[in-house]
């Protein structure tokens, strides 16, 4: 939600670009990665709670340095971690300080009589500077800024500074101290809103930029970051003016640190924010980017977010408009981590809105995407450079002491830990009230899990055919890990009879689906484990169905044919089939053209020349079946397995290719257009496949090229190749396109549930709608069978390396099997319909 925040108090993070330097080990993109190599998907800490230092007021920012937490704000007391409002507390006024590995609460204590709001520390870590509301420290008058002993708070006497209103921002070199907020006067001399001092002794110095407010709105600096050279400063406020120009100037502005004087800053052509309901609230730097936040309220700016650009030429790197003002970024080795209440992250592939919002966010350092146009009303980034979003949502209660409704203000961190800070009661359920740490996952606890149990995570089983059982389940979702592993356990439970792995958030979580074969007559009984990468798992409820197909020990029929051909036609015979229990009582073909027929002898004629593979089912009296298949060629048999580059026109299906036979289809979305073989998707959720069922092979070399006519506004659309398929099983290979374009590849086996066996999201390849995707699929051997494959874009050359490989000996896969084409739409997407084109389909004998 936007939320009226025209007493903002939330501050920049102004700690010395020197002690930022420290960051996050490589980890994963969630906390157990499946490519902890891809930027789109970098190491982000778990949400386990930590033991943390608890205050009972509100926290508006933090400094780290070394080993200590400093935290300022609107408090009077702190207690330790678990005990609860009003018992062993001890005075803190506005400002404390605790241990970054233990969490716990440290001597240090300055006493301040008013709130802070600023903090930072010299670069030599020998003293921090706190500027604020406060009037006094303990006994002594220190006007909204001193300087603090960092181990026992005491006052660096020697730094006298009087301000003459707010000081809501510090940042420090070695020799001069930068304030910023809404003071009118520093020692008695006239300065608007910025002043320099000097460290050694706080006397005045000649810096004096000048800004300007609007009639209803005096100017404002919330936030300063130092460049890591110390010569340039970034300011963020209200402004309107800096310096007498609006562009920059407009909220967020650039000084030469000497003389005050405005420099070039391209990020606030991007981002502007000022005036009486928008402003920039916080700034950080991890030495290489500076990032900043901001909030907007009506009118007057456009970003309700953050946003990361270069210390080297001020050019945005890139802007997440998740809509919901922001406080506070801190950027970590590996992530960039948010404070704020974010309710809309739809354009750049996050979530819808929600309520209430996130508290707490992350993102990937690098620009892995572009946001798309905003369809809500709010100010629109259509086109900007946009990071990925993590799956890092740790739950933050709404706390009560500021009356903004608000949970975290501030966020920070340093080497394997992030913490944030702010006026939140509980995290993740567990009381921590104001402060929490999270860590890596090699030192965190790692306990949170699956989040949906009992009813909300209970599948649904039906009977499909005699000896099946088909369960059907929404997948679970975990708030810091993806990937999720899904095992499927029948009648005692403890054996598994499938697994698989899927991808989820708590915004998109897919439908899945298992077939459980081969089964006697009766009752079964099912339930679905989930567990994520660290063994945390839930357990659904037990569904039972009863199965028809042969109770009583019934054993199912063997299926056995024999072919003849005469020219085009074929004749078959099954009555070589046979039942050792019983009798067979039907007989079902399959021709491999998409035609069929029925009877212990059949024939058929087939339209064209090629390979084409027949089945035969069998049924017996007791109700279970048993298929086999045979390959017959017609004609002469084609120098290739496959060939298609639809150079036809058919209005509906897909016709006959001119080397593999017809393609059999399953629904009305194809046609051909002259040039390209056309799948329509027009309902999300649903996922069109063809197949040229008269070719048969254990090892083909697959090329195709497709082409999308959009990105989907969310989740993904999904097109690839199958390179063997044999009964309702395959293997193939699947492109996802996500709505900021990133491809990620997958080596599939669908096999009474879909499997992912290799998996890359492709490194420097964003998909634009129109362009022209190819893919290389190999399907070779069996037992083990070898599937590997590889996607470029058309303008580029095709990789010398194949991006996913793995070997798969999945017995009802182990034989020759036809080829094809498959689609996908995610059931969240709405901006349909989509088309997929195909093109230049060429299976090879490999």
Known sequence: MRRAVATVTAVAATFAASLLSVGLPTASADSAPAN??????????????????????????QLVLGNTVYVVGNFTRARPSGSAAGQNEVVRNNILAYDLTT??????????????????????????????????????????????????GAIITSFNVNAAGTVRAVAATDTTVYLGGTFTAV???????????????????????????????????????????????????????????????????????????????QANDVVRNAGKDSAILSLSSDGTNFYGTGYIYGTGGNLEGSFSANWSDARIKWVEDCHGDSYGVYASSTAVYVA????????????????PPQRAIAFSKAATGTLTKDTRGYPSFTGQPAPSLQNFFPQMTTGTASGQSQA????????????????????????????????????????????????????????????????????????DNSNLTYTVLRDNLASPVGTITQAST?????????????????????????????????????????????????????????????????SANGTGSSDPNGTVTSYAWSWGDGQSGTGSTASHTYAADGTYTIGLTVTDNGGATNSTT???????????????????????????????????????????????????????????????????????????????????????????????RVGSNDYRLKAKVDSAGAVTLYAIRTSGGETALSTLIVPGLTYTPGARLNTRLQVTGTAPT?????????????????????????????????????????????NGPWVFRFDDFVAAQA
């Not at 970098?42 to 926290?59: C, E, F, M, R, S």
């Not at 300055?110 to 006994?139: C, H, M, W």
Request: some cysteine; aromatic content about 8%; glycine content about 14%.
């Open 630 to 724: 045979r390959t017959v060629t017609i004609g002469t048999a084609p120098a290739g397995v496959a060939n298609d580059t639809f150079s036809r026109t058919v209005a509906s299906g897909f016709g006959s290719a001119p080397t593999g036979g017809a393609w059999s289809t399953n629904g009305s979305a194809f046609s051909v257009n002259g040039s390209q073989g056309l799948v329509t998707v027009s309902t999300a959720g649903q996922g069109p496949w063809a197949q040229l069922a008269g070719v048969s092979s254990s090892s083909v070399d697959l090329t195709a090229g497709m082409v999308l006519d959009k990105r989907p506004n969310a989740g993904a659309v999904y097109a690839g190749t199958i390179g063997r």
């Open 506 to 570: 708590w915004w998109s979580r897919p439908s899945m689906t298992f077939t459980d074969s081969g089964l006697t007559g009766g009752t079964h009984s099912y339930r679905v484990r989930v567990v994520d990468p660290f063994g945390n798992s839930q357990t659904s409820p037990t569904v039972s169905i009863t199965v028809a197909g042969g109770g009583g020990g019934n054993t199912p029929p063997v299926a056995s044919f024999t072919t003849s051909v005469n020219g085009r036609t074929v």
């Open 786 to 830: 070898t599937i590997r494959g590889k996607v470029w874009l058309s303008t580029a050359a095709e990789p010398s390396t194949w991006q996913v490989s793995a070997t798969d000996s999945t017995a009802a896969l182990q034989a020759a099997g036809s080829v094809g084409i498959h689609t996908y739409v995610s059931s969240s997407a709405t």
């Open 187 to 265: 020692n008695g001399v006239s300065r608007q809103r910025l002043a320099a001092v000097r460290a050694s002794d706080g006397a005045l110095l000649s810096f004096a930029p000048t800004m300007t407010g609007t009639a209803d709105a005096n100017p404002k600096v919330n936030a300063l970051q130092l460049s890591p050279t110390g010569d340039r400063l970034v300011v963020g406020g209200n402004f309107v003016t800096l310096n007498g120009s609006n562009r920059p100037g407009y909220g967020l502005g650039m000084l030469n640190a000497s003389t005050g004087t405005s420099l070039a800053i």
């Open 340 to 355: 704020g209440h974010p309710h809309y992250c739809l354009n750049l592939g996050g979530y819808n809105e929600t309520s």
């Open 36 to 61: 902890p190599n891809d930027p789109k998907t970098p190491p982000t800490v778990a949400i386990d709670v930590l033991p943390t230092v608890q205050h009972n007021g509100v926290a508006w920012n």
């Open 408 to 479: 975290a203000w501030s966020v920070s961190g340093s080497g394997k830990y992030v913490v944030y800070a702010g006026e939140f009661k509980q995290v993740n359920g567990t009381g921590q009230q104001g402060m929490v740490r999270f860590a890596t996952s090699d030192i965190a606890p790692n306990k949170q899990g699956p989040k949906l149990s009992g009813t909300n995570f209970t599948p649904t089983v039906t009977s499909p055919g005699a000896g099946q059982a088909k369960l059907s389940w929404t997948a679970n979702y975990d708030y």
């Open 103 to 152: 969490g716990a609460l440290k001597s240090f204590d300055a006493n301040l009589n008013g709130q802070a709001y600023g903090i930072t520390a010299a670069p030599d870590g020998s003293r921090i500077y706190v500027g604020g509301e406060f009037t006094k420290v303990g006994s002594t008058t220190k006007n909204r800024i001193v300087a603090l002993n960092p181990t026992t």
